[in-house]
Structures are given as C-alpha cells and as structure tokens.
C-alpha cells in the first residue's frame, strides 16, 4: 500500500476549500420582529419628510428604575430591547411592556417617556430614519 504524500500547502488548500464550501451551503436563518404601517398605540406612521434622508442608530442604557423625561419623536423610530424590562407610557395613559427580544414601532409626535421598572439596565437599539438637521426627540419642557 502507498501514502500519497501532498504538499503540506496543497492539503491546507483543500481543507480550506472544503471549510469555505460547507459555509457557503449553510443558510442564514431570517426572523422578521415586525413590519407595520402603525406605531405601537395604533396611530398610522407619517410619510417620510422631504429633504436629505439620514439614517441614525442608537444603543441606549437605561439604569433600573430610571425614568426617561417626557420627549417625543417628529420621525419615523423602531427599536429592539436587547436585556432588561422597558416600559413605555404615553400622556394619555396608554403603556407598552418590552422585554428582551421585543420590538417597538415608536408613537410619533406623541409625548411620552419610558421607564425601566426592573432590577437589571434595559438595553435598547433604536433606528431612527429621519432627515439631516431633524432632532431624533424633543423633550417636554416644564
């Protein structure tokens, strides 16, 4: 019986390819967190305002028990809590309860705040699609 004997550069070649094959067969998984036309109260989204289009993303740290001042949004936000409890609450009373892995579709033009009620920091990534020079919330003044 005879060994075949490659070059070692040869065999790592091949093993390379091999690897670099088996990845290329694995497909990637996709689960859709939401799509929707309403913000989380029901109200429909506005259109997209004119102008430059910027896309800005935030990963924000609520500490427990912390509560956000009362703020709103003139545009278009989505988000996903990553950890923690995030409970959002608009001034007419009405409340989202998040937990991690949830998504929201923010109210807009609407004046609310959110408050971490649990133990743990909330962690959250919000997408705000907006345009150049538009603030991404407006806080209540007293």
């Given at each position: 019986?005879?060994?075949?004997?490659?070059?070692?550069?040869?065999?790592?070649?091949?093993?390379t390819?091999?690897?670099?094959?088996?990845?290329?067969?694995q497909?990637?998984?996709?689960r859709?967190?939401?799509?929707?036309?309403?913000?989380?109260?029901g109200?429909?989204?506005?259109?997209?305002?004119?102008?430059?289009?910027?896309?800005?993303?935030?990963?924000?740290?609520?500490?427990p028990?912390?509560?956000?001042?009362?703020?709103q949004?003139?545009d278009?936000?989505?988000?996903?809590?990553?950890?923690?409890?995030?409970?959002v609450?608009?001034?007419?009373?009405?409340?989202?309860?998040?937990?991690?892995?949830?998504?929201?579709?923010e109210?807009v033009?609407?004046?609310?705040?959110?408050i971490?009620e649990?133990?743990?920091p909330?962690?959250?990534?919000?997408?705000?699609?907006?345009?150049?020079?538009?603030?991404?919330?407006?806080?209540?003044?007293?």
């Amino acid at each position: 019986m005879k060994h075949c004997r490659l070059p070692l550069a040869v065999m790592l070649l091949l093993l390379t390819c091999g690897h670099a094959q088996a990845r290329e067969n694995q497909a990637a998984a996709v689960r859709e967190l939401v799509r929707s036309e309403h913000s989380w109260d029901g109200a429909p989204l506005p259109a997209y305002p004119a102008g430059q289009p910027e896309i800005t993303i935030l990963d924000i740290t609520i500490p427990p028990g912390a509560k956000l001042p009362v703020h709103q949004h003139p545009d278009i936000n989505a988000g996903v809590l990553i950890k923690g409890v995030l409970t959002v609450v608009t001034r007419e009373g009405k409340t989202l309860q998040l937990r991690a892995g949830d998504p929201i579709v923010e109210v807009v033009g609407t004046w609310h705040y959110g408050i971490n009620e649990g133990t743990t920091p909330a962690e959250i990534i919000v997408f705000y699609a907006g345009k150049t020079g538009s603030p991404l919330s407006i806080k209540e003044t007293d």
